[in-house]
């Protein structure tokens, strides 16, 4: 039996986690959950996996929630109670699903305790990348992937990378892939959040629209597998059933296919190396010809050429990226800019804020700050 944290729980990627627990009780138990304020939802998921521990980062949530569980649940609060949960003894495995910065922390503490660390939080890699993979080296954490594209690699990578030539990212293109540009100035959140193959919450869809996320994935991608950006290609495919593929010098091209269904990627970092059900269908291929691939558009798709920029500039120009887009992303949802602006702010930070490196979590942390700060400044002439 294998004791989980999720932390996260209470998010698309948690939901598909507990579902995926829930068919096979007698695999895995869950020993902690983690949301931020959602404690109505925290609610519901206690009276039915009943965890050892709650932690609801807010602190109001988490007295709302006292009052209302069973008192054999422990309830906590506060960022560093998320440390306390990932890093926790009775921990097995750790799903890292925080959306956000926010994730960077706990992500890592659960690293340091050399847990099975499954890593949807792509943005812990963003941040602080090679202070992540030194972490889980140094402490034997095992990292899995959370992510469709990664997953398929590191499936795809099983028999090693010798004669390697590229992976290549495969991205759905998102909602406005056939949309011309000119016609993305007057799109809406809720156009944009109208993902055509997966189901996820609003801010990773908004990137998904954007192709922020795929840059975002270009650089977990360079840190999970130690490639520079010369040998990371992204392909659209809006179908999204081939998730990444591997390319070979002597020309054979490996790829992992199935239907878009996070419950899949969940199941196998829970089960690795072994494989058990997931709740998700084979992919029936007859029936779902003809598979497309393009080209990406980096004028359309600023972002992703934003991204692949920041991975060649190195240092903290990554985490300066992601903290400009997401609080442009943040702006746009709630309707005070408009789409093609998130790309626009997000260059705009990069040429302001210093490039440097970083060391430490902390250094990580503090270029967060000062990149939200300058993102705020900037953001002001747009809204
Ligand atoms: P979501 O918005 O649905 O859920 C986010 C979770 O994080 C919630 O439980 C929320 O309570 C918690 N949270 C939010 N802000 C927080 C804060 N400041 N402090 C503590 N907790 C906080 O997001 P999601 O779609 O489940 O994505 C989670 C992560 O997984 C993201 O990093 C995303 O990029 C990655 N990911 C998601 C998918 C997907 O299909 N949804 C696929 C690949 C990777
Ligand atoms: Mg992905």
Same mark, same amino acid.
């Given at each position: 039996?294998?004791?989980?944290?999720?932390?996260?729980?209470?998010?698309?990627?948690?939901?598909?986690?507990?579902?995926?627990?829930?068919?096979?009780?007698?695999?895995?138990?869950?020993?902690?959950?983690?949301?931020?304020?959602?404690?109505?939802?925290?609610?519901?998921?206690?009276?039915?996996?009943?965890?050892?521990?709650?932690?609801?980062?807010?602190?109001?949530?988490?007295?709302? *929630?006292?009052?209302?569980?069973?008192?054999?649940?422990?309830?906590?609060?506060?960022?560093?109670?998320?440390?306390?949960?990932?890093?926790?003894?009775?921990?097995?495995?750790?799903?890292?699903?925080?959306?956000?910065?926010?994730?960077?922390?706990?992500?890592?503490?659960?690293?340091?305790?050399?847990?099975?660390?499954?890593?949807?939080?792509?943005?812990?890699?963003? *941040?602080?990348?090679?202070?992540?993979?030194?972490?889980?080296?140094?402490?034997?954490?095992?990292?899995?992937?959370?992510?469709?594209?990664?997953?398929?690699?590191?499936?795809?990578?099983?028999?090693?990378?010798?004669?390697?030539?590229?992976?290549?990212?495969?991205?759905? %293109?998102?909602?406005?892939?056939?949309?011309?540009?000119?016609?993305?100035?007057?799109?809406?959140?809720?156009?944009?959040?109208?993902?055509?193959?997966?189901?996820?919450?609003?801010?990773?869809?908004?990137?998904?629209?954007?192709?922020?996320?795929?840059?975002?994935?270009?650089?977990?991608?360079?840190?999970?597998?130690?490639?520079?950006?010369?040998?990371?290609?992204?392909?659209?495919?809006?179908?999204?059933?081939?998730?990444?593929?591997?390319?070979?010098?002597?020309?054979?091209?490996?790829?992992?296919?199935?239907?878009?269904?996070?419950?899949?990627?969940?199941?196998?970092?829970?089960?690795?190396?072994?494989?058990?059900?997931?709740?998700?269908?084979?992919?029936? *291929?007859?029936?779902?010809?003809?598979?497309?691939?393009?080209?990406?558009?980096?004028?359309?798709?600023?972002?992703?050429? *934003?991204?692949?920029?920041?991975?060649?500039? %190195?240092?903290?120009?990554? %985490?300066?990226?992601?903290?400009?887009?997401?609080?442009?992303?943040?702006?746009?949802?709630?309707?005070?800019?408009?789409?093609?602006?998130?790309?626009?702010?997000?260059?705009?930070?990069?040429?302001?804020?210093?490039?440097?490196?970083?060391?430490?979590?902390?250094?990580?942390?503090?270029?967060?700050?000062?990149?939200?700060?300058?993102?705020?400044?900037?953001?002001?002439?747009?809204?």
């Amino acid at each position: 039996m294998k004791n989980i944290t999720i932390l996260g729980a209470t998010g698309s990627i948690g939901d598909s986690t507990l579902s995926v627990i829930s068919l096979h009780p007698d695999k895995f138990n869950v020993f902690a959950l983690s949301a931020h304020r959602n404690w109505q939802k925290m609610q519901l998921l206690c009276a039915k996996f009943q965890p050892n521990i709650v932690v609801m980062s807010d602190e109001t949530a988490a007295e709302k *929630l006292a009052n209302t569980i069973n008192s054999d649940i422990q309830v906590l609060s506060g960022a560093q109670a998320l440390n306390t949960i990932a890093a926790h003894d009775k921990t097995d495995y750790v799903m890292a699903a925080i959306v956000g910065s926010a994730g960077m922390a706990s992500s890592l503490a659960a690293a340091k305790a050399g847990k099975r660390v499954m890593l949807a939080n792509k943005e812990s890699l963003v *941040l602080a990348g090679n202070l992540f993979m030194q972490v889980v080296h140094d402490n034997n954490a095992e990292l899995i992937p959370v992510d469709s594209e990664h997953s398929a690699i590191f499936q795809c990578l099983q028999s090693g990378k010798v004669g390697l030539n590229k992976i290549q990212l495969t991205a759905s %293109g998102g909602p406005f892939l056939h949309t011309p540009i000119e016609k993305l100035h007057t799109v809406t959140p809720s156009e944009a959040c109208a993902h055509p193959n997966w189901s996820m919450g609003n801010k990773i869809s908004v990137d998904s629209a954007t192709m922020m996320n795929k840059g975002l994935e270009v650089i977990e991608a360079h840190y999970l597998f130690d490639l520079p950006a010369e040998k990371i290609d992204v392909v659209i495919h809006p179908q999204s059933f081939i998730h990444s593929s591997v390319y070979y010098k002597d020309g054979a091209i490996i790829s992992q296919l199935g239907v878009p269904d996070m419950r899949a990627v969940i199941s196998y970092a829970m089960s690795y190396p072994d494989r058990i059900i997931s709740g998700v269908a084979p992919l029936d *291929l007859a029936n779902n010809s003809p598979l497309e691939f393009y080209t990406p558009n980096l004028d359309k798709f600023a972002c992703l050429r *934003l991204a692949f920029d920041a991975l060649k500039q %190195g240092g903290n120009a990554m %985490g300066t990226l992601n903290a400009a887009n997401e609080i442009a992303v943040e702006y746009f949802l709630n309707n005070q800019i408009a789409f093609l602006d998130i790309a626009s702010i997000v260059e705009r930070v990069l040429e302001v804020v210093q490039h440097n490196n970083i060391y430490s979590l902390e250094d990580a942390i503090i270029n967060d700050q000062t990149a939200r700060t300058a993102t705020h400044k900037i953001v002001k002439q747009y809204v």
